[in-house]
């Protein structure tokens, strides 16, 4: 006799939810009608369907892979009680296959152990997503007029201004939109960083809105909201290159701010850039589109680079320098003597940290702090600037060059994927219309096969989509650059030490040293 398990979910109370007990008997019938033993019961009470993280469900799948379970089937009494999602549904479809496990949803009358049944759960599915998406989009419509209107959608205030409860419009609150624009200001120096801004403003007693201390995070969080991006040609640009729709863009007057909309998902997880809708709002925007880009740039930059290790060290080039040998860092180190007229002296050097593993790995170069340190000021300040910035033009026109060649290959790409949709929709119309179970066999294997194919596409433009967002980054990180070099050659002499360190780190990728000789490997 053939084995099943079953598995209920039942949503957050309303009057016309199924209930558990209905959908178990239900299981029971067809089981009974089938002859198939009912062997285990997992549910998940009180639960949405649109997240798969459910103990239940998760449970189920947990015991599937560590073999606990032995069955034929796994029952639901409705597909959308399995899942509501196409990526989930289609993931948890495929870990079934891979234990040999088929599926049942009984009020729909298939079974995916049938070539029929396998194709007719592609279109219900779509289906399920489809009713549960009309469900959300109704909920949001009202939200998605606000944005589209450029209204404010309520919720907690955003530092920095006030709300107008007549005209529902964000006023800027003057005290603490000045302390928006430091942070920006800040971030945008020679080693700024939201540890560093926070630990400056609650050293000076600034607080947030609550009178609260300011946490990194928190700082992060207004340094990245387009509401403070004054809403122009470039930062429409902005958003729209990275294929966000933007609302209301015939209003954007240099003055006004931008409203986001749709930064998390129906279960509360941060959504994907790509699902925001920005809108033109009606409030007064802070931060010139130029800054703010800037900022967003550089916050792509720093998260992709490893945290420096170096900030409770002494070492101008800590963590920067490299040895020529062997590639390993050379840490800072110091030591203090006592001269025979009982003067004190310090002496400051680095060390390769190949030195302790062995002249086989390195010789462990050895080399006085001091003449480094001067050696690599020297390289930045004699700069050739006219030969430097004829190889930025060079290196900006090569850019565009590329982004422009990414750009026509999304767009054939985007062309070859609408017609395989096309294609998709032509198989499943035959489908519609054919008894054959012949020719459903062979429409079966075509529509996975344009699946697949649709996969690989999608894939190369996602792989474009970061490659174009790189290379815009880059044409902004390469002027960026420029301007810290000059800041740093201008205003060396009043510099603090903490500061010319955190200046080289915002200049310097990595310098490496090898026996007396010294290359500097720029960021850009």
Known sequence: MKRAIAYIRVSRARDNMITQDTQLEKIKQYCR???????DV????DYSGRSTDRPGFQKLFKDIKHGKLDADYLMVYKLDRFARSVTSFHKYMNALDSYGINFISITQQFDTSTPIGRLIRNILVDFAQFESEMIAERVKDNLTKNAADGNWNGGPLPFGYELDEKSNILIPKE???????????????AGGSFNQIAQKVNKEGITTSNNNLWAPSRIGEIISHPLYCIADEKSINYFEKK??????????????????????????????????????????????????????????????????????????L????????????????????????????????????????????????RVNADKVDELVIKQIQNTDHEKFNNLLNKVRDDLKYSINNLENKRLILKRDLEQFE??????????????????????????????????????????????????????????????????????????????????????????????????????F
């Open 42 to 45: 997992y549910s998940d009470l």
């Open 175 to 189: 005290d603490e939109a000045e302390i928006v624009r430091n942070f920006f200001d800040w971030y945008l120096e």
């Open 33 to 39: 009608l089938h002859e198939i033993k009912l062997v």
């Open 243 to 316: 294929e966000i729709k933007v609302f209301n863009k015939e209003t954007a007057n240099g003055k006004n701010g931008l409203m986001r909309y749709n930064r998390r998902t129906s279960d509360g997880t941060l959504n994907e850039e790509e699902n925001w809708l920005i809108s033109v709002g009606h409030h007064q925007g802070l931060i010139p589109s130029d800054k703010f880009i800037q900022a967003q740039y550089k916050r792509k930059r720093r998260s992709k680079r490893p945290p420096r290790a170096g900030t409770s060290t002494k070492g101008l």
């Open 422 to 523: 096309k294609e998709e929709k032509n198989l499943l119309d035959k489908f519609k219309k054919t008894k054959s179970d012949r020719l459903i066999s062979l429409i079966e294997d075509e529509v996975e096969e344009i699946a697949e194919k649709k996969i690989k596409i999608e894939n190369k433009l996602i792989e474009i989509e970061n490659k174009l967002d790189e290379n815009q980054s880059q044409i902004y990180s390469d002027e960026y650059l420029l301007n810290k070099i000059h800041e740093f050659n201008e205003n060396f002499d009043e510099m603090t030490f903490e500061e010319k360190r955190s200046s080289l780190q915002s200049i310097i990728n990595k310098i490496t040293y090898d026996e007396g000789d010294i290359e500097l490997d720029l960021f």
């Open 318 to 365: 800590a963590y920067l320098l490299k040895c020529g040998k062997c590639g390993r860092a050379m840490t800072f180190y110091s030591s203090t003597k006592t001269l025979a007229n009982n003067r004190k002296k310090t002496y400051r050097y680095y060390v390769c940290r190949g030195r302790n593993l062995g002249k086989s790995v390195c010789n462990g170069q």
